[in-house]
């Protein structure tokens, strides 16, 4: 029922001709509106009304956006030669995933000044040692660390100084942001 209700204001608002920035709007905040309403109804907690609260403010600061549909082919088939091949693309997305934890960017940060074992590194975290194992795991499928055995002791380093070179850039890019 409510997804009809929504889809016949959708198809309102995209059928009317002018489409205008008031209408686009309402349209916006109807759905976040329903959207708070079904979270309330379910029961969800606050902290997933605050999240759709948020989203609903970002919806405010739009992008401008092209006032007509000029299609520049020059331009496209340009950058269509300089893209990366698909399959590129998608491994380096997963490098990029495999940065997107906290805990790993801790631990790269550690190797950056040494090597360390997985109990030194458990110990400056204070994390377990199956949860800073567990990390390392992941890094070194990713070929982000490398280990060597020093008899029963097993310890950890950068595979090699590109990984600090792209931890230090983003570090650089967040700071510039300030």
């Known amino acids: 029922m409510f997804c009809r209700i929504l889809r016949k204001k959708v198809v ?3 059928n009317d001709e002018q489409r205008e920035k008031l ?8 759905i976040i509106n329903s ?7 379910l029961g969800k907690g606050v902290y997933d009304i605050y999240s759709i609260y948020r989203i609903k403010n970002k919806m405010e600061k739009k992008l401008p956006v092209c006032e007509n549909t000029i299609i520049h082919k020059e ?8 893209i990366p091949e698909e399959e590129v693309l998608y491994d380096l997305g997963d490098f990029f995933k495999l940065l997107g934890d906290s805990t790993r960017i801790k631990i790269l940060s550690a ?5 360390m074992c ?3 590194i458990a110990s400056l975290f204070e994390m377990t040692q199956s949860a800073i194992s567990h990390q390392l795991r992941v890094l070194k499928q990713g ?7 020093s008899g ?3 310890y950890y380093s950068l595979d090699d100084e590109h990984i600090k070179k792209i931890v230090e850039q983003g570090l650089t890019h967040i700071l510039e942001k300030g």
């Open 35 to 41: 959207i708070i309403y079904i979270f309330k109804k």
């Open 143 to 149: 070929r982000l660390v490398k280990y060597r055995k």
């Open 12 to 14: 309102r608002i995209y």
């Open 118 to 120: 997985v109990c030194d």
């Open 111 to 115: 190797l950056f000044h040494s090597e």
């Open 75 to 82: 331009i496209i088939e340009n950058v269509k030669t300089k």
């Open 23 to 30: 209408q686009i709007k309402r349209l916006q905040l109807f």
């Open 152 to 154: 029963k002791v097993v």
